[in-house]
């Protein structure tokens, strides 16, 4: 297969490539970030570079569940019985008394259970009595060996792996490397990723509205998306619509210790899209500057000196969609994340009719829900390129393959879960 357009292509002479070849392409470019050794408190959001296995069994000891007694449940062939409490235990105290018959031992949650005890029995489902200054505990029910005890080994044995290099570290994967004495974490660096928009029509977002311009919108959307694939945005000066300087801030750039370059709009093939005449012009690989995908179809992209360039579309919903489905695979593969990008895909019934008539697929932005264990997905909103105010409550994207006819409701689609929507 070959994707590449040739340096005397004109801008309005494009071939359309899947979406799956455009992403394919770009993943065979994919140089992985490096990694860097740093605290775990620092850990959160970063993606493991190399895999973790127990120190020790966890539990590493026979750990109690229950605030109540620790006892032998050879001391209940008859109820009710009576039993000398012989020691107390806290969480983190060792025993020094084993549980001998006719013995019990006080015991916290957590704590550790003593030798000859075969049980814990909850607090709630004993009296406290005493004898000659002794306590004692009366015991009227019956529990089974086992019970409320956490046994050695129960969640690991020693060894076992428990974390996969290219595991995203969240709450869960913190818990458990802090519980393994993991005070540092070997992790993917985390990429830089440089965010510049295009256009004589933008505002910054501090200026007042005139006329027919705009406010740059865009590059805060795509921080937001770069953030939640665990990378870090650099904000760029807008680019005003002026080819020279243009083509010479994108060089530099490139130049610069970023690790992918992301530009939006100016990809069309409008006399003001410089970022389609760069292609054109420039010193890259041009990987590809059309895909068979509505919206953002002439979503462009290319490689410099090992480094990677996207254009994407100048209209909010297309850059949104652009990002998701070619951005963040890359982000996530340069971090060596071990779940792709689209493993979260699934199937999902169509609420409501799709009337539209699509030559290509369509990725219209939707809301999954549940009903009745079944899972739905609606569009959200107004399914324009241009429209900005639904992205907030989508979740997802709804594939539309090509169509004359439209989509009946009830019909099973392909949904994606988007990743920004998990921020």
């Known amino acids: 297969m070959n994707i590449h357009k040739e340096k005397n292509d004109s801008k309005h002479q494009r071939k359309a490539v899947t979406l799956g070849d455009a992403q394919q392409a770009l993943l065979d470019r994919v140089h992985q970030s490096g990694t860097v050794k ?245 010193e890259g690989e041009t990987l590809f500057n059309k895909i068979a995908m509505r919206p953002g179809s002439p979503t462009s992209a290319g490689v410099w000196k090992n480094k990677l360039f996207f254009g994407l579309s100048g209209n909010p919903a297309a850059c949104f969609i652009g990002c998701e489905l070619l951005v963040r695979p890359v982000l996530l593969a340069m971090q060596g994340e071990y779940k792709s990008a689209d493993a979260q895909e699934h199937d999902a019934f169509l609420a409501a009719d799709y009337n539209k008539v699509n030559a290509y697929p369509r990725y219209v932005r939707g809301i999954r829900y549940f009903n009745n264990g079944l899972v739905y997905v609606r569009q959200e909103g107004v399914d324009m390129s241009s429209a900005l105010v639904t992205l907030k409550d989508a979740n997802c994207l709804i594939v539309i393959p090509p169509t004359k006819t439209g989509i009946k409701a009830g019909t099973l689609v392909t949904v994606i879960p988007l990743a920004a929507s998990t921020l």
């Open 38 to 282: 740093i605290a775990l408190a620092d850990a959160a959001g970063y993606c493991l570079a190399e895999s973790i296995h127990a120190r020790v069994a966890i539990p590493h000891f026979r750990r109690s569940g229950m605030d109540g007694y620790a006892i032998r449940t050879a001391d209940l062939q008859q109820l009710p019985v009576m039993l000398e409490v012989i020691e107390q235990l806290p969480s983190g105290t060792v025993p020094t008394k084993a549980i001998a018959p006719g013995t019990a031992a006080r015991i916290m949650t957590g704590g550790m259970v003593p030798d000859g005890a075969d049980a814990v029995i909850m607090l709630e489902m004993t009296e406290e009595a005493e004898k000659a200054g002794q306590p004692y505990v009366m015991l009227r029910k019956a529990v089974p060996a086992g019970a409320n005890i956490s046994p050695i080994g129960q969640e690991a044995v020693a060894g076992e792996l428990m974390l996969e290099a290219g595991e995203r570290i969240g709450p869960g994967q913190m818990a458990l490397l802090s519980a393994l004495g993991c005070a540092e974490v070997r992790v993917h660096r985390k990429p830089l990723v440089a965010i510049v928009s295009t256009g004589s029509e933008l505002l910054s977002i501090n200026e007042p509205l005139e006329g027919a311009k705009i406010r740059n919108s865009n590059i805060y959307m795509l921080a937001a998306q770069v953030r939640a694939c665990g990378a870090e945005p650099l904000f760029v000066e807008h680019i005003a619509d002026d080819y020279l300087n243009a083509e010479s801030m994108l060089y530099k750039l490139l130049a610069s210790d970023v690790d992918i370059v992301v530009a939006t709009g100016g990809v069309s093939v409008g006399d003001y899209d410089i970022i389609a005449d760069f292609f054109q012009k420039w």
